[in-house]
């Protein structure tokens, strides 16, 4: 062989060895922690992920969101390590997870109140879990904001508007369920939003809407409504406070789920996240915690 082209080839050989047995090395000792679903829990989770990067360098937390449906068939079908949830396990995923041999465990992180919007410019003092179940559950006769006595300035067409969510979401299964009745459904109609900041941006900018979702997506642009849980009760505002000590009707814990008990490194993170670190980060994006931080 060539002198010259024999020596590129042994240096193009060496080159290629200490790529494979340099660089590369750091990546592959590295843990990939795939973490999916709830897009009411998205953003802490993000917000945790980058968090976590400080305490242990060697792991990366992948986070995506697409709903508590989306997460918890990923985490049956083996491609999640963790499961975020904004509500517990249906029966039908917990027979599925069986069947595959899995035993999903559940970690409640924190709290949420499910707020519910309505435009800035709508005046309406409070809803009963009963106007709830009027405007958004099939045969409710409430149709339109005179219904309820209300009259909103410049609109009219005072056609309630009723913003949703899909139903892979858990925001939409644990709305349901609390204002509708285990065995209630919602009504036809309804605009149903791929995310909670979808659903804000809609009741921001449509005067006869009404929608729900997180605490956490509220803007100073709309308004939350306090809720009753029956007519002629007080009314309670949603706040951190209140859901909390759960006096809020529409108060819910958030979940995330393993396909087992969690070990190694997914327990770590699971551990840190309610710790005083990880429940102060949740507190600061609007959700209640678990564990109060001490100050």
Not at 38 to 62: C, G, K, M
Not at 106 to 126: C, M, Q, R, T
Not at 269 to 283: F, K, V
């Amino acid at each position: 062989m060539n002198t010259p082209l024999k020596n590129a080839v042994l240096s193009l050989g060496v080159l290629s060895l200490l790529l494979l047995t340099g660089c590369p090395k750091s990546d592959r000792s590295r843990k990939v922690i795939q973490n999916k679903g709830s897009d009411t829990l998205v953003n802490v989770a993000q917000a945790w992920a980058e968090a976590y990067r400080e305490q242990a360098p060697e792991v990366a937390i992948a986070v995506t969101g697409g709903g508590s449906g989306t997460g918890i068939s990923a985490l049956i079908n083996g491609t999640v390590d963790l499961a975020n949830s904004s509500r517990k396990l249906k029966d039908k995923e917990l027979e599925a997870a069986k069947k595959g041999n899995l035993e999903p465990v559940e970690h409640v992180v924190g709290y949420d109140a499910l707020a519910v919007f309505v435009h800035k410019d709508n005046p309406i003092k409070s809803l009963s879990i009963e106007d709830l179940a009027a405007i958004y559950g099939d045969g409710g006769k409430v149709e339109r904001w005179s219904d309820l006595g209300v009259t909103i300035p410049g609109l009219k067409d005072d056609k309630i508007v009723r913003v949703s969510r899909q139903n892979n979401s858990g925001t939409y299964a644990y709305f349901r369920e609390a204002t509708l009745g285990k065995k209630g459904d919602y009504k036809l109609g309804s605009l149903d939003m791929h995310g909670s900041k979808d659903v804000v941006d809609l009741v921001e900018k449509t005067p006869g809407a009404i929608g729900y979702s997180g605490l956490a997506y509220a803007t100073e642009h709309l308004r939350m409504v306090p809720i009753t849980l029956k007519k002629g009760e007080e009314a309670v505002a949603p706040s951190i406070a209140t859901a909390s000590d759960r006096s809020y009707p529409i108060a819910r814990p958030l979940f995330m789920y393993t396909a087992g008990p969690p070990q190694g490194e997914v327990k770590a993170y699971l551990d840190w996240i309610l710790s005083d670190s990880g429940q102060a980060i949740l507190l600061k994006k609007g959700y209640a915690p678990v564990n109060p931080p001490k100050k």
